[in-house]
Nanobody, 119 residues
Framework: QVRLVQSGGGLVQAGDSLRLSCTAS????????LDWFRQAPGKEREFVAQ????????YYKDSVTGRFTISRDVAKNTVYLQMNNLKSEDTAVYFC????????????WGQGTQVTVSS
C-alpha cells in the first residue's frame, strides 16, 4: 500500500521561498500523476500543481505560475514543490496526492504541511 510522507513548510515572510517534499513508500511513482493541493482556513481544497511522473509534464494553478515549480527525484521517489516569492495568499495547508493516469481517485495523500506567509 502506497504511503506519502511530506516534509518542509513553515513560517516565512512575503517574498521568501520554501520547498515542500513528498516521498512515496510502498510503490514507485511510475505510471502516476502527482498533484499538490492546498487548503486555506475556511476555503475548499484547491489544485496547485501537477506532475506526470514518467514524462515530466507539468501544470500549475494560474496564480502560482512562474513562482512555483514542481519537480521530481526518481532515485528518491520524491516529488518537490519549490515555492518562490511567496505571498500571504499562499498561506494554507499543502497536500500531495498520487493517482493513476486513468483514474480520478487518489491512491494516497500526504499528511499535509502548513505554510504560513506573513506580510
Amino acid at each position: 500500500q502506497v504511503r506519502l510522507v511530506q516534509s518542509g513548510g513553515g513560517l516565512v515572510q512575503a517574498g521568501d521561498s520554501l520547498r515542500l517534499s513528498c516521498t512515496a513508500s510502498g510503490r514507485t511513482f511510475s505510471g502516476t500523476l502527482l498533484d499538490w493541493f492546498r487548503q486555506a482556513p475556511g476555503k475548499e481544497r484547491e489544485f496547485v500543481a501537477q506532475l506526470t511522473w514518467d514524462d515530466y509534464t507539468t501544470y500549475y494553478k494560474d496564480s502560482v505560475t512562474g513562482r512555483f515549480t514542481i519537480s521530481r527525484d526518481v532515485a528518491k521517489n520524491t516529488v518537490y514543490l519549490q515555492m518562490n516569492n511567496l505571498k500571504s495568499e499562499d498561506t494554507a495547508v499543502y497536500f500531495c496526492g498520487v493517482r493513476e493516469y486513468a483514474s480520478f481517485v487518489y491512491d494516497a495523500w500526504g499528511q499535509g504541511t502548513q505554510v504560513t506567509v506573513s506580510s
